[in-house]
């Protein structure tokens, strides 16, 4: 009887040891590896659905919200306390459609709405042309704009508090400019 009990204890404690290492130890593991990465200056970041971006200067890849895909993706650039987000994915309709869909997306979200005029955009090599604007939230700024490419809609957001944005700005803009689209029409 007393072996029986042993070995039910052992077990037993195995499980629980098992379950403690499971529920303690990979949330621990999972912190300890690096959530961000720098990117090479410069040079175009794959996005997704075959498109790219040069990032700015000194920006952080956030590797927990950033998916590559063949036909959509999406990456978040951190430049300082600046989140930049392009979004690639399919789409059947027209720049205005695409414009409306990211604005309603935008507006979404508790606190924030879209405010001013919309305005032309095109990318630096004259490939896409785009709507962008301006959104605010409690205590950030934003900016917005989207392109089409194919089949597809680009999506880019941008946030920070007022000054941040102001400052950062060129090199933003700079690098929204430098969407590229490889891919059929």
Do not use: C
Not at 21 to 26: D, N, P, V
Not at 82 to 98: C, E, K, N, S
Request: proline share 6%.
């Amino acid at each position: 009887m007393w072996r029986r009990l042993l070995r039910n204890g052992l077990g037993s404690g195995s499980i629980v040891l098992i379950l403690g290492l499971l529920a303690f130890g990979l949330p621990a593991f999972d912190r300890s590896l690096e959530s961000t990465e720098a990117v090479p200056a410069g040079l175009p970041y794959d996005v997704g659905g075959g498109v790219s971006v040069i990032p700015p200067p000194g920006a952080l890849l956030d590797l927990t919200q950033t998916r590559p895909g063949e036909e959509r993706g999406s990456v978040l650039f951190l430049v300082g306390p600046i989140r930049y987000a392009v979004v690639v994915q399919p789409f059947d309709g027209g720049l205005t459609d695409a414009a409306d869909k990211l604005r309603r997306k935008i507006a979404a979200n508790r606190g924030y709405q879209v405010v001013g005029r919309e305005a032309d955009i095109d990318t630096a090599n004259g490939q896409l042309r785009g709507l962008a604007g301006g959104y605010s939230a409690p205590g950030r700024g934003g900016r917005y704009a989207v392109f089409l490419a194919g089949e597809r809609s680009i999506e880019v957001t941008v946030s920070g508090t007022d000054p941040q944005l102001s400052a950062a700005r060129p090199v933003i803009d700079a690098s929204t400019r430098s969407i590229t689209f490889r891919g059929t029409r």
